[in-house]
């Protein structure tokens, strides 16, 4: 007669009364793990959450300051700005009648929208004047929810030819006046725990290209000074982020591209096209959107896919 040992049953036959069955087992252990789901999604349930896509108005009554702000992507990011009801500061570089006319062209536009305008000469490169220019921005229009650093410059030249005075005048505008303008700006973003930077970036940050040795440092420095910053300040609930653009058309970096460059970047985009500023506005209007409240530390590419 061969008695079966409690490890010899079948795990098929019934169990007797009072013997708990597999489903009862794995009831009890599941006990515990749903315990533990359901306080997890409590706590979630109790901070912030994911608002519906982005609408117009989901900003109003923010302020952002745009760097850059008179003409091209800096303006159309102004403009886009405004028609979602964001108060909006920006600079621009005074070398002469045309920069202060196209900035005043675009403080009419801004105030057509009936948003609340400031309007200043700055050169991001110049730690002073950004420190000077935050200073009234904030004091004028009431705060800073949003920052939009666009403003840059190129000086093209095969490497072996750049003088120290190009190489330097790049890196100064394109990095060091995100670094400048973002140190200005953070104190307010960190108090209030609530902020969005946008960086503007480009392709050329991303891959090299013939005679931009220092344009495409300084926007790959961008990208580095992105990343570190959204990891510095994403417990401040400040999401840090960067846009690429390609070949944009109607911006003074353009304006100085030669027709066959600028073919060749064509033919070489998926999409068949040049950009405009209007795609790259777009674009970093959902990033300082709540619609983008959990992305932080990316770099979007705006290049009708240039690089593919």
């Not at 953070?186 to 902020?195: F, N, T």
């Amino acid at each position: 007669m061969n008695d079966a040992g409690p490890n010899d049953r079948d795990p098929r036959a019934p169990h007797g009364t009072g013997d708990p069955t597999y489903e009862d087992m794995a009831t009890a252990a599941a006990e515990p793990l749903g315990d533990a789901v359901e306080q997890l999604l409590d706590q979630v349930g109790t901070e912030t959450q994911a608002q519906q896509i982005l609408q117009r108005g989901d900003l109003r009554g923010r302020v952002a300051i745009v760097t850059g702000g008179s003409r091209g992507i800096g303006r159309a990011v102004a403009l886009d700005l405004a028609r979602s009801g964001v108060d909006v500061a920006f600079n621009f570089l005074d070398t002469g009648g045309e920069e202060r006319e196209e900035a005043m062209t675009v403080v009419r536009q801004l105030r057509e929208l009936e948003v609340k305008v400031f309007c200043r000469a700055c050169d991001v490169g110049d730690p002073d004047q950004v420190r000077d220019f935050v200073a009234a921005a904030v004091e004028e229009l009431g705060g800073v929810h949003i920052l939009v650093n666009n403003a840059g410059i190129g000086r093209d030249r095969a490497l072996w030819h750049m003088s120290d005075e190009e190489w330097r005048s790049v890196l100064e505008t394109n990095l060091s006046g995100v670094f400048h303008t973002t140190r200005e700006v953070v104190p307010y973003m960190r108090a209030q725990e609530w902020g969005k930077i946008v960086n503007v970036t480009s392709v050329h940050g991303l891959r090299g290209e013939f005679g931009l040795a220092n344009y495409s440092a300084s926007k790959a420095g961008i990208i580095g000074l992105t990343r570190s910053t959204a990891v510095e300040l994403g417990p401040k609930n400040i999401n840090v982020n960067a846009v690429a653009p390609g070949y944009i058309r109607t911006t003074r970096l353009t304006e100085r591209v030669p027709a066959e460059i600028l073919d060749r970047a064509r033919e070489n985009s998926v999409l068949g096209r040049l950009g405009d500023p209007q795609d790259v506005a777009g674009v970093v209007l959902f990033l300082c959107s709540e619609a983008a409240r959990h992305i932080t530390g990316a770099v979007i590419p705006i290049d009708g896919g240039y690089r593919l």
